[in-house]
């Protein structure tokens, strides 16, 4: 829902630790639409996700 339905459809968070939410995807174009949409992930997991800090993502690129 934050990155839209197909980026969703493509990637899949991983973890969140120290403020860092790792989202793993197959594919590398949906890796650079992911790390472009940074800004607008960390402001929607605040305002969605009550206590859950995020200050950065970290997008990796591998087979599920």
């Known amino acids: 829902e ?3 339905e197909v ?3 493509a990637s899949d968070p991983v973890k969140l630790a ?15 639409e992911l790390r ?5 992930i960390i402001e ?3 305002a969605r996700a009550q206590g859950a800090v995020v200050r ?3 997008v990796v690129v591998r087979p599920r």
């Open 44 to 46: 929607q997991v605040a």
């Open 36 to 40: 472009w949409l940074e800004p607008t």
């Open 56 to 58: 950065d993502v970290k």
């Open 7 to 9: 980026a969703a459809g």
């Open 18 to 32: 120290d403020g860092v939410l790792t989202v793993r995807t197959e594919d590398p174009m949906f890796a650079t």
């Open 2 to 4: 934050i990155v839209g």
